[in-house]
């Protein structure tokens, strides 16, 4: 077996390949239902994400990377794809989900050869790291369905009622180049490197005509760039991330310095207090996976939502601590909400000051994206931040600046049951209302359908095709 880690000596070798054998036996790992062990306290540990060898298993009733323990970077990827054929689509899965495999497992794309007169079947910048918790995670946009109103690989009887098109939300000013799409893969983990390296090789499998048969080298070196021309898919934005190695049971600051993800479905206690009712945060089974309400291939799956956010930061930094409080509804270091307690403490937006203003802004965002502000809509947030450097920025309206800014921001990344009930309801308020939107501008966009997960001869996505 040609395994990243087998240079490291025999010990590191046999560990490694005890571990192997240890999970091509075990069971399907099963969420333990408790909260995580630091990252976001709203995902639930995967049974085998704490093992030695620090893999996360990649067969399961759901794919890994949803309910995992957050990882502290990722590399979000979406595909164009260049053929008619579903065949073709299918064989890239089944390529795609051989290649996930290995690679979450820490081992090489594919088996290495020894032949030094074509180039290298895995490009080696994780040769001797260990996997770092490495997910994949796989989803279909409303586009292989459908296409301007055109069944263009016959699937379109089989797209879920959810999976809708997202609409255009005020204050958007999406970049074309860099939204939608119709395939996706996110890969996270707690080393950059390897989430970029997975992204990279299975996107060579994607461009490499005979490599959605299953070879992950085909194509390459018999016919150089030739081959990337007759891929079924190619890479159409990428975006990487990051957050924080947070403390243990804390969720992770984002770049203007509040936490993340406090009240996603799961998490313990009750989220609000609201006209004088509590709510409560629900469960991922109510508010994540789908169930039977779905088409049989997307039961124990969820629909992701992307968004880039591009936040001025210099804006920010110049608006004292105060304004910002009032801004997200929430004190900056404590994360404790603005109407009191601690951080674990519920959003009482029915509590008002002495002079019987609210405690929590009307237009704070914790209060408008609240389940009682958007009729009852939860999502699972996982987003991480970005930074790209510096980009110019030339104003058209008074004072008229112009000048280099931060291009840095957050990759908000969402899963629910259903869309429709989830984040388009929670943001259709959200774009209007929001207090955060004077500092933030979303600049990309894409939804897809994220299948169950596969199972050792059944690739991801098999349901649909068969």
Known sequence: ????????????????????????????????????????????????????????????????????????????????????????????????????????????????????????????????????????????????????????????????????????????????????????????????????????????????????????????????????????????????????????????????????????????????????KAVGNGTPAESVWVGSEGPAWMRGGTYLVVRKVRLFLEHWDRSNLAFQQQVIGRHKASGAPLSGGTIAAPLDLDALDKDGNPLIPENAHVRVASASATHGARISRRSYSYNNGLSMVAERWPPWRQGLEYDAGLLFVAHQRDPRTGFIPMFERMSKFDLLNQYATHVASAIFAVPSGARRGVPIGHELFA
């Not at 048969?213 to 990428?238: I, K, N």
Request: charged residues 20%; contains cysteine; negative net charge.
């Open 1 to 276: 077996m040609d395994s990243r880690r087998g240079f490291l000596g025999a010990a590191s070798g046999a560990l490694a390949a005890a571990a192997l054998a240890s999970r091509a036996n075990a069971a399907e790992p099963v969420a333990t239902g408790k909260p995580a062990a630091g990252g976001n306290p709203a995902a639930t540990v995967v049974s085998g994400s704490a093992a030695t060898d620090g893999t996360v298993p990649f067969y399961g009733a759901h794919q890994a990377g949803i309910d995992t323990l957050q990882q502290t970077h990722t590399v979000f990827a979406s595909f164009d794809l260049r053929t008619e054929k579903a065949a073709d689509i299918e064989r890239l899965l089944v390529a795609w989900t051989d290649a996930a495999a290995r690679l979450t497992a820490g081992e090489t794309v594919a088996p290495l050869g020894s032949d030094a007169g074509t180039p290298p079947l895995d490009s080696g910048e994780v040769l001797g790291l260990p996997s770092r918790r490495l997910t994949l995670t796989f989803g279909f946009a409303p586009t292989m369905f459908e296409q301007a109103g055109k069944d263009s690989f016959g699937l379109r009887s089989r797209k879920p009622a959810a999976l809708v098109a997202l609409p255009r939300f005020n204050g958007d000013q999406l970049v074309e180049a860099q939204s939608g799409g119709d395939l996706c893969i996110q890969a996270c983990a707690d080393d950059s490197q390897v989430a970029f390296h997975a992204i990279r090789q299975l996107a060579r499998i994607a461009a490499a005509g005979d490599a959605a048969a299953g070879d992950a080298s085909a194509g390459y070196g018999r016919r150089g760039a030739a081959a990337q021309a007759t891929g079924p898919a190619m890479l159409r934005w990428m975006q990487a991330g990051f957050v924080p190695d947070s403390p243990v049971a804390e969720s992770p600051r984002n770049l203007l310095g509040f936490r993340d993800g406090t009240d996603n479905p799961g998490a313990p206690g009750i989220a609000e207090r609201a006209n004088g």
